[in-house]
């Protein structure tokens, strides 16, 4: 298992889902737990678990879940 830094995790990194979908942009980190994704088409920011990410690269954060998943569950800041 790969250990992710997060003060690799920059703002304004587009956030990738495992399926090659962008499903937003990191707005900051909130705590050393959560990325804070700038907001939404619906006007809200969403906050998504850094234990989803499997890496960083390029400015780009590539995740775990696929764009439905990621959806599905993400939290309404």
């Given at each position: 298992?790969?250990?992710?830094?997060?003060?690799?995790?920059?703002?304004?990194?587009?956030?990738?889902?495992?399926?090659?979908?962008?499903?937003?942009?990191?707005?900051?980190?909130?705590?050393?737990?959560?990325?804070?994704?700038?907001?939404?088409?619906?006007?809200?920011?969403?906050?998504?678990?850094?234990?989803w990410v499997g890496e960083?690269?390029?400015?780009?954060?590539?995740?775990?879940?696929?764009?439905?998943?990621?959806?599905?569950?993400?939290?309404?800041a």
């Amino acid at each position: 298992m790969t250990t992710i830094n997060v003060e690799n995790i920059k703002s304004h990194a587009d956030v990738i889902a495992s399926c090659g979908t962008k499903v937003g942009e990191v707005d900051h980190l909130q705590g050393s737990d959560q990325i804070k994704l700038t907001k939404h088409g619906d006007g809200h920011h969403h906050l998504i678990p850094v234990s989803w990410v499997g890496e960083i690269t390029d400015n780009k954060i590539v995740l775990t879940k696929d764009s439905q998943e990621v959806k599905d569950t993400w939290v309404e800041a």
